[in-house]
């Protein structure tokens, strides 16, 4: 991550500005995580207006819902990280403070801007930001009716640092780096001790502080396996809005409020059963059918169909899901500009629109996402347009051009993108192998940075033109697969932390979109709407914007 | 029943055997239109893309209608005959002749050989088919040599045993150990009198093998390890069409499914009417 | 006594041949491109927190190192640890092995019963009509690509029908069947749980339906040759004409001469099937061995996916061994 590694100097006066980028690392993650699911996570839904009665008692209803794998692991810490995985995890851990809700239209999001405490009773810093307190509720207790104190949230934090993993990892963003910058002073209270001040301590905890039921751990620790590992891996953890009823290995879950939740957003629906259905065909058949109420592995192509079917209804907004193709600007025949802004005439947008999507898409004509502050089409001159595509291979001394186009082999939706591009940039001169990858194939070459050309989606969690730039088009930054480096892009960046005025800030992102429509790194394609097939009667839907699904507000009334 | 007599039901079974390569031949006889004239037979070309129709129904421009890319499936379904056909041949081509081989060597040679070669095979097929091709398929990738060289490689060691076993029934004939002793090369006796009387079981089962390698070779493209988009195979229209059956639109699989089903019969027809005859002529 | 020396010295043939397996598949999986760690990191890894864990699963020590432990573990009956889940995958293995055993012996038992009843059948009527359907309609479904099969299957079966349940899980979570071998149908009945075995029937049927209809036809070519055979032979026309009973011949002469050949064609069947599961499994959402082989696979679990090749192919061998000492039992013919 060493485009955030910058070090922070205390008491920065731009601390806002700075957390809305920096959160930036923690979140990448899970975001090009649910592209390597290939999910079609979205954000910013409007779903239709629930009865989000206030109280957390459980109501009586069941939801049963299609998922299309079986989780990793258990195990938060070392291993688990597929979005099936991650999605659970928000569910079932406790996590200490969490994202609030908002509404939007009629439909109600995750509110990344509002965290509150869930779990815990508050945390909060001291004068300086650097160090926080977090004080628990008293009597909450895991399944195992152990009460969740002090020593489990420092043991869970202790662990976390020894897994050397996704926690340890953003940790460093905030100044916290060692185990024992985390203390318990007593029963009930846990103070971090940054090593510098963090606006955006809260964004970062929100994703990082789950606690684990240390007395029961314990007693599967061995002198070989001191954070129990192996049990963790095999048995879910408990105390969170819901707890692991059942969970048959590679097929099924069931998930029961946990009638202990302190707060009062408790789980709306009193159990909840997750069934493991790979083909997506017997996932429709099945909603169709009333056999399960949320089909979370439906593709677009069977969107359509789905919103006329009766006793259905698809959950449908537009999206901060940005669908691409990264070139590599560092490989050949891409590291040549005018090789780029050829495929950028040679991509048939309006046909991918409407042939993957049914229209159901909107057309993007920047880098900077739709509804992303200071988005502007302005000097981005890239259509459909074959004449000119070979026009400007022609004026850069070449006819032809063969290359690799990759996608993930498992998403039907980019194996059609890569069939139409490589059609339409044939007859451009540029001929295109279809690659598909398995995951491991392609992180392995993602980690390598050597793929000429790429499709990825997927969205941003902070909707800031610096976090983009942070994460995306940065030196070094980790979905930068483009290898893209300009210095102004770098220059402005560095500018943009202390720049607060909005028009200030608005100038820097026109020239940023400048700059990235002359160079090209990417090619824009759409923002797909997001969509969710289910049964009329669930309610309650909350739009995540990380993409992972809290089921705690969700609801059927049959 | 019992009193219909074994003579009649050879007779019987002999002219069952003959229609059954006679229908079987006339199916791969039309297969082989396909494969010789399939740009005469369609006048969409096999990866070409009808912007303004993707999933439309049969009729009009296009008579199997289109897949979800926009492509005509007739087309496709009769180009497709090239490549699963042609693999399908190829594979078991190299097949029985590295298998044949082997099993040459391994019979005629016998002792510590034998033993050898025999282990190894019997590693390869104790090998699961589908991880041993998927696991090549991944490391060479999805190309049509490839795919050649894994299915060929899953069907070998049945046709070195084969031989191996004909092989060692020969040797120990009169005029093979007449040749030996006389000194002939170890080849020249291999080529000249051993392997035209162990070919004759690989001839029967060859067809059906070809068969059984489209059915492979059908089902690594439903995983997304064969042949890669846009090129025309029939495992891959099917797995691609099996999401639009539930829709309803039954034309992006069930052509590709029935070339596929009728392309493999005719195979399966001509090979078990090539092992009948072999049967009654034995009986 | 014979018979004992006979199964010795096969048995001690496997063990090159399961050695050799375990050799093949170790080196397999590491020559295929992919990097099984970066997967369960995620993309902002840096190369220490990769590092550190490739250190956790042992991966970066020498290649004979990782080799030498893995075999030892083998040993002791451990198969290592998952890379994708952390936990043991032998205990995961045995979840999964059930599934798909239950389906596989189930579908071959069909099969077999099938071929022995229509070939034989079709041995009597040889020449006719009836013949000549059965074993036409059994090549039809021979060439029938299973995963397109099973498509069909559950189109009708459970879309257009309504007779069969949803493909999702395999048995009905309310009968709240617990779980001991994992082959559901087992379990049931050990536990005497009539709902679970009856909804357990009913999750099977397609699949196995699927399984039967592609595996049939080989078996029962070679019951109908067999038969035939025997029924041409003279010591069968005798018997007959002395007037023995129909059905006395019948079990007499035919099924146990037709039997001596079918043990070999049987495990064949039996090795075909349970490598091709796969695709049923996934059509059927049937989470069963194949399915986690192929995850494994296309993750590069490692230590997955040596253990799934090792026992499917350890059950190959066992039960060609199986079918070889049946053979020879039945067929004094055989020398051993």
């Known amino acids: ?558 | ?283 | 006594m014979r018979i004992l020396r006979f199964v010795l010295r096969r048995l001690l043939q496997l063990v090159p041949v399961l050695l050799g397996v375990v050799v093949l598949t170790f080196l397999l999986v590491r020559v295929l491109p992919g990097d099984p760690i970066r997967t369960i990191l995620g993309p902002n890894a840096t190369e220490a927190d990769a590092a550190a864990a490739r250190a956790r699963f042992g991966l970066d020590r020498p290649l004979w190192q990782q080799f030498l432990d893995y075999v030892g573990g083998l040993f002791t009956g451990d198969f290592g640890t998952s890379i994708q889940s952390g936990a043991p995958v032998g205990s995961e293995m045995a979840l999964r092995i059930g599934p798909t055993m239950e389906l596989v012996v189930i579908a071959l038992a069909v099969a077999l019963v099938l071929a022995v009843v229509l070939g034989i059948w079709s041995a009597r009527h040889a020449g006719r009509f009836g013949d000549h359907t059965v074993r036409v309609a059994a090549l039809i479904g021979n060439s029938v690509p299973e995963f397109w099969l099973g498509l069909v299957l559950v189109l009708v079966g459970y879309s257009v029908l309504g007779w069969f349940p949803a493909p999702s899980g395999r048995v009905d979570p309310d009968t709240e069947l617990s779980l001991i071998t994992g082959a559901d149908l087992l379990d049931a009945a050990l536990t005497a749980n009539g709902p679970a075995f009856v909804s357990a029937l009913e999750h099977l049927a397609l699949p196995v339906a699927t399984l039967v209809i592609v595996i049939v036809a080989p078996l029962l070519r070679s019951v109908r040759a067999s038969a035939l055979e025997v029924l041409a032979s003279e010591a069968y026309t005798a018997a007959a004409a002395h007037g023995l009973k129909d059905r006395l011949l019948l079990r007499g002469y035919l099924v146990r001469a037709t039997l001596v050949r079918l043990p070999a064609l049987a495990a064949l069947v039996f090795g075909f099937s349970i490598g091709s599961t796969v695709l049923v499994e996934y059509v059927f959402s049937w989470q069963g061995f194949g399915q986690w082989a192929l995850r494994g696979l296309l993750y590069r679990d490692y230590p997955v996916v040596q253990a799934s090749v090792l026992v499917i192919a350890l059950f190959y061998v066992v039960v060609f061994l199986i079918a070889d000492v049946v053979h020879a039992i039945l067929d004094p013919r055989v020398r051993i």
């Open chain 2, 1 to 283: 029943m019992a009193e219909a007599s074994g003579v009649r039901e050879a007779g019987a079974d002999r002219r069952f055997a003959s229609s059954l390569i006679t229908v079987g031949s006339v199916i791969l006889a039309v297969v082989a239109v396909a494969v010789l004239f399939a740009p005469l037979l369609s006048s969409w070309g096999p990866e070409e893309i009808d912007p303004l129709a993707s999933l439309a129904p049969p009729g009009g421009a296009h008579l199997l209608g289109t897949d979800l890319n926009g492509m005509d499936v007739w087309s496709r379904v009769l180009h497709a005959a090239r490549l699963d056909v042609g693999i399908a041949v190829a594979a078991v081509a190299l097949a029985v002749v590295a298998g044949s081989l082997v099993g040459l060597v391994a019979g005629y040679r016998g002792g510590w050989a034998d033993d050898v070669l025999m282990r190894v095979l019997d590693v390869f097929q104790a090998f699961p088919t589908f991880i041993l091709a998927l696991a090549v398929a991944a490391l060479l990738g999805g190309g049509t040599a490839n795919l050649i060289a894994v299915i060929a490689l899953v069907n070998a060691p049945a046709y070195a045993r084969l031989v191996r076993a004909e092989v060692r029934s020969i040797r120990e004939l009169p005029f093979v150990e007449a040749s030996r002793t006389s000194g002939s090369s170890f080849w020249g006796v291999l080529w000249r009198h051993v392997l035209p009387n162990s070919l004759t079981p690989v001839r029967v089962i060859a067809p059906l093998n070809c068969g059984w390698a489209m059915l492979t070779l059908a089902g690594l493209s439903f995983l997304g390890l064969g042949v890669p988009l846009p090129t025309a195979e029939w495992g891959a229209m099917i797995s691609l069409g099996s999401g639009d059956v539930v829709a309803g639109r039954w034309w992006t699989s069930v052509p590709p499914g029935l070339f596929l089903l009728i392309c493999v019969l005719g195979f399966s027809l001509l090979g078990e009417g090539l092992q009948e005859r072999a049967d009654s002529t034995r009986r």
């Open chain 1, 1 to 558: 991550m060493p485009g955030f590694s910058r070090p922070n100097g205390p008491g920065s006066p731009a601390l806002s500005r700075r957390s809305v980028l920096q959160l930036g690392s923690g979140v990448a993650l899970l975001l090009a995580t649910g592209c390597a699911a290939g999910t079609t996570g979205g954000g910013g839904s409007t779903a239709p207006a629930a009865s989000t009665a206030p109280g957390g008692a459980p109501a009586a209803s069941k939801l049963r819902i299609a998922v299309s794998s079986y989780l990793s692991s258990w195990d938060q810490d070392f291993v688990g990280f597929d979005l099936t995985a991650l999605m659970l995890y928000k569910n079932v851990f406790p996590y200490m403070i969490d994202y609030g809700v908002t509404s939007v239209g009629a439909g109600q999001i995750l509110d990344t801007e509002a965290i509150a405490p869930t779990f815990a009773e508050s945390f909060e810093p001291d004068a300086d930001n650097k160090v926080w307190t977090l004080k628990l509720r008293k009597g909450v207790k895991f399944a195992s009716g152990n009460e969740m104190t002090a020593k489990d949230v420092k043991w869970s934090k202790d662990r976390a640092f020894a897994a050397k993993a996704n926690v340890a990892g953003v940790y460093r963003l905030i100044g916290l780096t060692k185990a024992d910058q985390v203390e318990v002073v007593d029963d009930y209270t846990v103070t971090f001790t940054q090593a510098f001040p963090s606006a955006l301590t809260r964004q970062i905890q929100a994703i990082s502080l789950y606690v684990f039921d240390s007395e029961e751990a314990k007693k599967h620790a061995t002198d070989a396996d001191p954070w129990a590992k192996e049990w963790f891996a095999k048995n879910p953890p408990t105390g969170g809005y819901f707890n692991v009823e059942k969970a048959v290995q590679g097929q099924e879950i069931v998930l029961t409020a946990n009638a202990g939740y302190p707060g009062t957003d408790g789980a709306k629906s009193s159990e909840i059963r997750l069934s493991v259905v790979p083909a997506a065909s017997n996932q429709r058949l099945q909603l169709q059918n009333g056999d399960i109420d949320v089909a979370l592995g439906i593709g677009q192509r069977d969107i359509k169909d789905l919103k006329s079917t009766k006793g259905v209804k698809v959950i449908s907004a537009p999206s901060n899901n940005q669908l691409v193709i990264q070139m590599s600007v560092t490989t050949a025949p891409f590291d040549d500009p005018a090789v780029r802004k050829a495929l950028a005439h040679a991509v048939p947008y309006e046909q991918i629109i409407a042939n993957v999507y049914g229209g159901d898409a909107r057309a993007a004509k920047s880098v900077v996402p739709l509804d992303m502050p200071g988005y502007s089409e302005t000097g981005y001159p890239y259509a459909y347009d074959v004449a000119k595509a070979k026009e400007t291979l022609a004026a850069a001394g070449k006819t032809s051009i063969t290359s690799e186009l990759v996608f993930q082999t498992d998403s039907e939706e980019q194996q059609q993108i890569a069939v139409l591009v490589q059609s339409e940039a044939r007859k451009a001169g540029i001929e295109l192998k279809l690659t598909p990858l398995d995951p491991a194939t392609l992180g392995e070459r993602r980690a390598k940075k050597n793929i000429p050309l790429q499709i990825t989606l997927g969205q941003l969690w902070v909707n800031d033109v610096e976090y983009m730039l942070g994460t995306s088009f940065t030196k070094g930054a980790s979905l930068n697969y483009s290898n893209y480096v300009n210095p102004e892009i770098e220059k402005i960046f560095e500018e943009s932390h202390t720049v607060v005025d909005p028009a200030e800030r608005a100038k820097l992102w026109l020239r940023v979109q400048e700059i990235l429509a002359e160079d090209v790194p990417w090619v824009v394609i759409c923002q797909p709407n997001f969509n969710l097939p289910v049964r009329e009667e669930v309610a309650g839907w909350v739009q995540p914007m990380d993409g992972l699904a809290r089921l705690r507000y969700l609801s059927s009334s049959s």
